[in-house]
Nanobody, 127 residues
């Protein structure tokens, strides 16, 4: 049974940084389609990042590209999301999730179709 537990959220000022963690059990991180999505109140779910099953590299939504970095520690079975240069519009509940899919159309990246996810962790960017 897949279990995902997120942590690391909090309140940060604009321009600040946070690192989210996702402890995963019941699956192997090797080339597994695992990533992050976020959801803000009154807004649709937005895919943030996803590891490619083809080459294992991370893909990012255009809204976070260059600011967010996803990585994984196989020994700890943990996925991380390093978020830098945070903006108020990044405020949302962030979820670690499996079975994400990457869609690339004319160099625009969309991440969607998530399977299982954890309880989420709140990120608030405000002065």
């Amino acid at each position: 049974q897949v279990q995902l537990v997120e942590s690391g959220g909090g309140l940060v000022q604009p321009g600040g940084s946070l690192r989210l963690s996702c402890a995963a059990s019941g699956l192997s991180l090797d080339y597994y389609p695992i990533g992050w999505f976020r959801q803000a109140p009154g807004k649709e779910r937005e895919g943030v990042s996803c590891f490619s099953t083809t080459d294992g590299s991370p893909y990012y939504a255009d809204s976070v590209k260059g600011r967010f970095t996803m990585s994984r520690d196989y020994a700890k079975s943990t996925v991380y999301l390093q978020m830098n240069s945070l903006k108020p519009e990044d405020t949302a509940v962030y979820y670690c999730a499996t079975d994400c899919k990457i869609y690339v159309v004319e160099y625009n990246v969309t991440i969607a179709d998530f399977g299982s996810w954890g309880q989420g962790t709140q990120v608030t960017v405000s002065s």
